[in-house]
């Protein structure tokens, strides 16, 4: 296998694993998000485990990446993420939603290390990115802020607030990914309030935007790639994915939106998703 | 005659003597930098100066991100909209996670005058006080605001500073003044009741106890500027000494300094007491002055209070 090859192979897998961890973890708790951290499984994938410019022994050294989790009802992919990167033993995943855990419901930058910003009220991730990026340019420092909006998410005033703005103060160091699974609680993103035609709107707003299939890894790695070279401007890659990706009766189901899996559930969508 | 400030003028020119202090000082505003006096900062560090135009809510989420990477972030604009306008902003992403954003509240009260009720915070102190992790400050006058300023740079998390438009009396000596966040200061000593007041009603506080005096009764002043933290022990004292409680506040009676006061006093040392305030209606448009007479805080409004505080403590 060449070494692109290998790396994408490796990432697959990676992905799986935590789309098992997404499964376990939702299951265990017994309530949280899966369908929503399914779709966006190989995005976070491809940002921690090649991306991204961390080092989880050292979770606030200045120059690391951020990620902002905007949609922070989709923690269980972010913490099985970091838990996999190693910010934090596997084992403590299972403590999601429970008293006393440093995993949250929702995304708490004080409890959890590597989780940059506390979210979970929707809308509010973007803005929060905006002033890391500010700060990094006016430190003089060349990290990068990756955000995950959710489809739904969109519909808050404030996105379009922090995306004049980015463009205004020319945030080439922000690179937004939208997880388009086209659904939201109440129904498809389409039929409760649609925001299209989504890529006019980020261009028209002053965003390079691109396209692509959110669950091909290789076209994630490409459209970073392309966004790292954007100059001058905010980069927004519009991900097309299916929600509960993976497991087949997930798959395009609204009411996994916010439901937990049985523990037969859950078994069945381990076994699904294999080693 | 005393001198007269606005708390919004000593506002800006205490974030240009921070921003000379403290690189890591940076400052934001929503179109309205001319009104706050943060476009002094502007003129002097452009380069850690952001409008984010007509936007609050982004205002507050970006100097939430400034101050997740290191930045001490001041978030300015008119009370009403620093605080209702953005409340799930400052709570989910300031408070919560504990962020270095102070919340420089220009216009605060009834006193920003012939805007009327959308522009009148009444409010802005109940929400604020409410919220955990939350410092709040309301200068009395400019001396104060300056030093309000610079302890909340020193605080490590939220801070909200209420400040107002119209020029107050400096009552503070600039050269010997000592600020300690959650300290209220004694402006003067006495008996038989004692006023607890913030921001512009210190001044009326000390008119109404220069009145009573003249009435052989002896009235002790407290400059409240933080209110949360209280001060729980000047609270405790001043109830302990005189026997007899008025709070007074340009904000409504429920929720703000009045309602923090009789909180405490209830669950420590209950005597009769009063509160002072805008009484649960929203403002309308007048001069500053027309307002604070037809909304009951002039300093004959707090004599009036006293006495009546008196004749239930049974003077």
């Given at each position: 296998m060449s070494g692109q090859a290998e790396k994408l192979a490796q990432l697959r897998g990676r992905a799986r694993q935590i789309r098992r961890h997404i499964i376990s973890m939702v299951g265990e708790a017994g309530s949280g998000h899966p369908g929503g951290s399914l779709s966006a499984a190989d995005i976070v994938t491809a940002l921690y485990f090649d991306v991204m410019r961390v080092d989880p022994q050292k979770p606030q050294w200045p120059e690391r990446d951020r990620f902002v989790l905007?949609?922070?009802?989709?923690a269980p992919v972010l913490y099985a993420a970091l838990a996999e990167r190693g910010?934090?033993?596997?084992?403590?995943?299972?403590?999601?939603?429970?008293?006393?855990?440093?995993?949250?419901g929702h995304p708490d930058m004080r409890k959890t290390?590597?989780?940059?910003m506390s979210t979970g009220?929707?809308?509010?991730g973007l803005s929060a990115a905006n002033g890391m990026a500010l700060a990094g340019k006016l430190d003089g420092l060349d990290y990068r802020v990756y955000v995950l909006l959710g489809d739904g998410e969109i519909e808050e005033g404030q996105i379009w607030e922090a995306a004049m703005a980015a463009a205004h103060f020319k945030l080439d160091n922000v690179i937004a990914f939208l997880?388009?699974?086209?659904?939201?609680i109440d129904g498809p993103v389409e039929e409760v309030m649609s925001a299209e035609p989504v890529a006019d709107k980020w261009r028209a707003f002053g965003w390079a935007v691109q396209e692509i299939d959110g669950h091909d890894m290789e076209q994630i790695l490409a459209a970073v790639a392309q966004a790292r070279e954007t100059r001058g401007k905010p980069s927004l890659i519009i991900a097309r994915t299916v929600k509960g990706k993976g497991v087949s009766f997930m798959e395009n189901e609204v009411g996994w939106h916010g439901a937990a899996p049985k523990p037969e559930q859950v078994e069945q969508a381990l076994a699904e998703l294999g080693e | 005659m005393t001198k007269k400030i606005a708390t919004r003028e000593a506002y800006g020119a205490a974030l240009v003597e921070l921003g000379r202090k403290n690189p890591g000082v940076v400052v934001l505003d929503a179109d309205l930098s001319k009104s706050t006096k943060t476009h002094d900062f502007n003129k002097n560090f452009p380069e850690r100066f952001f409008n984010v135009g007509i936007a609050e809510q982004n205002m507050m989420g970006t100097a939430a991100g400034l101050a997740a990477a290191g930045k001490i972030a001041f978030a300015s604009t008119f009370a009403v909209f620093a605080t209702g306008r953005v409340y799930d902003q400052i709570r989910n992403s300031i408070a919560y996670p504990r962020l270095n954003v102070k919340i420089g509240a220009t216009h605060a009260g009834i006193t920003v005058g012939e805007d009327g009720a959308s522009h009148q915070a009444v409010e802005d102190i109940a929400m604020m006080r409410c919220l955990p992790n939350m410092t709040v400050f309301v200068p009395a006058d400019a001396v104060e605001t300056r030093a309000a300023v610079l302890a909340a740079a020193e605080i490590d998390g939220p801070v909200y500073l209420r400040l107002g438009r119209s020029g107050v009396p400096v009552l503070h000596d600039e050269n010997n003044f000592t600020f300690e966040p959650g300290r209220a200061i004694t402006m003067r000593q006495g008996q038989d009741a004692a006023i607890i007041a913030c921001g512009i009603m210190v001044h009326a506080a000390l008119e109404a106890a220069e009145v009573l005096a003249g009435r052989g009764i002896s009235v002790q002043v407290l400059d409240m500027h933080t209110i949360k933290p209280l001060d729980v022990d000047a609270v405790v004292e001043a109830a302990r000494a005189t026997g007899a409680v008025v709070t007074a506040e340009?904000?409504?009676?429920?929720?703000g300094l009045g309602g923090a006061v009789a909180e405490v006093l209830v669950e420590n040392y209950p005597v009769p007491m009063r509160r002072v305030g805008v009484r649960d209606t929203f403002g309308e448009s007048g001069k500053p002055r027309e307002l604070l007479e037809k909304y009951g805080l002039t300093a004959t409004d707090l004599v009036r209070a006293v006495q009546e505080v008196l004749q239930c403590k049974g003077k």
């Open positions: 905007s949609k922070g009802h989709a910010y934090f033993p596997v084992e403590d995943l299972k403590t999601l939603r429970k008293l006393g855990s440093p995993l949250q290390p590597g989780v940059e009220s929707l809308g509010q997880d388009y699974n086209g659904l939201q | 340009e904000h409504t009676i429920n929720g």
